[in-house]
């Protein structure tokens, strides 16, 4: 679009945007009306009284034109200067002088030289910068260069800054006011945002709407969607967990049965599928009894990986901590992200010879590798690896025991749960798969 470009430059927090949206109009405004008092009142102004003052100098001047004498002009001079209030020389001092200087914030002086120059053709020099207080011309005469100074009073108007420091100060006052009063309806939308993005996360923080109607209103939504949520994963939990936990029962009786048949093929074959039944119930019952009685706690991650890595290694697993990077600790659910990095472990090593666990620390988000040197996952596949049930045969190795396809599931469903995500790659390292799961703090 043709105003992407400005995207870049606009802030990106609510009370900054606030901010540009209140200081633009208001200094848009003080600009355009300072720019037309100054152009059309203040400088037609100053013009009507500078040539004002051009009708006095003009008749000074043609007075002492007309006079015979030198001495004739200056009692002239002196008859008429006080009641023009004028301050007149003649002949003026010789002194070295620029040409027409003026002070570069002497916004009206600029009108007040032009309009001298243009009505007054003897006019030698006009300075305002010597006394702001004062205007000083050098005019020629018959009798040589004449000085004379009159009050600036009489050519613009007195301390016209005035105006733009009361509009300015004005401007800022109202802006404070407006910003305050602003601060106060965006507060509202901070809480609910705090409270989606920690619920994001996996927190549960205190929230009440507040603020404008809109923005109850979206409040009230998210509470309904919170809770709705919840209870869904209540509801999940307490399902998985009641089913698992009644199928024991039936699978106990298939096993005390097939050990009292006698020995065969299908008998074994049996044997082997109520043992991955087996299996899939006991994951399915670990994971929920965890999720539901885990808590979110500050932990040291880098204590928490260190820990996972020496119980596999006292189990037989052939698996090294690698890269240790950030110190800190952040809150998650210590017991649901270990069964995660378990079950991407137990992967590993299940399809691969050797596994490597990397943690990075940083202040926006937990990230945990861990590698292998087994065939890996092709690409095309790795969102299918992540589904529930799914075992990728062709692409895994099984000699060690299969499955029951709920290992990446569960642990893309527990990152999710934390605000993170997991993500499937190629190991640089050991050639195999490297299972990354990020969370943030």
Do not use: C
């Amino acid at each position: 679009m043709m105003f992407n470009w400005l995207k870049r430059y606009v802030p990106r927090g609510i009370y900054a945007r606030a901010a540009l949206i209140l200081l633009v109009p208001i200094i848009t405004l003080q600009v355009v009306v300072s720019v037309v008092f100054i152009q059309r009142h203040f400088e037609d102004v100053t013009r009507q009284m500078t040539r004002s003052l051009v009708l006095d100098l003009e008749y000074l001047r043609s007075g002492v034109e007309q006079a015979k004498t030198p001495e004739e002009a200056r009692l002239f001079i002196r008859t008429i200067q006080d009641p023009l209030q004028l301050n007149v020389a003649l002949p003026a001092h010789k002194a070295a002088r620029e040409v027409d200087p003026r002070l570069f914030y002497d916004l009206s002086g600029r009108v007040v030289i032009s309009t001298l120059r243009e009505q007054i053709e003897e006019l030698q020099a006009v300075d305002l910068a010597q006394s702001t207080r004062r205007v000083q011309m050098w005019m020629d005469t018959r009798y040589g260069e004449m000085y004379v100074s009159v009050s600036r009073g009489r050519v613009s108007a007195s301390n016209p800054h005035q105006f733009l420091v009361l509009m300015v100060f004005v401007g800022a006052v109202m802006t404070l006011v407006a910003f305050v009063f602003l601060r106060n309806q965006l507060r509202p939308i901070r809480r609910l945002a705090r409270a989606a993005e920690a619920f994001g996360k996996g927190r549960v923080i205190p929230y009440k709407p507040s603020g404008a109607t809109e923005v109850r209103s979206a409040g009230s939504a998210f509470l309904d969607m919170r809770n709705r949520i919840e209870r869904q994963i209540e509801q999940r939990t307490m399902m998985l967990s009641g089913v698992s936990h009644d199928l024991r029962t039936p699978l106990t009786r298939l096993k005390l049965g097939l050990s009292m048949l006698d020995g065969g093929s299908d008998a074994e074959d049996l044997n082997r599928d109520v043992e991955e039944m087996e299996r899939l119930l006991d994951e399915f019952l670990a994971f929920a009894r965890g999720d539901a009685l885990d808590d979110l706690t500050e932990v040291d991650p880098a204590t928490l990986v260190r820990d996972l890595v020496e119980n596999t290694r006292r189990g037989g697993g052939n698996v090294a901590v690698g890269r240790i990077e950030g110190k800190g600790r952040s809150i998650l659910r210590p017991v649901a992200v270990t069964r995660a990095l378990d079950n991407l472990l137990g992967n590993a090593l299940r399809y691969g010879n050797r596994a490597v666990v990397n943690m990075f620390l940083t202040p926006r988000s937990l990230r945990i590798t861990i590698e292998d040197d087994g065939p890996g996952i092709p690409e095309d596949r790795r969102e299918e690896a992540m589904k529930p049930f799914s075992r990728l045969d062709a692409a895994r190795n099984q000699n060690r025991g299969g499955g029951v396809g709920l290992g990446l599931a569960i642990a893309s469903d527990i990152a999710r749960r934390h605000g993170g995500a997991l993500r499937l790659e190629v190991s640089a390292e050991l050639g195999g798969l490297r299972a990354v799961i990020i969370l943030p703090r």
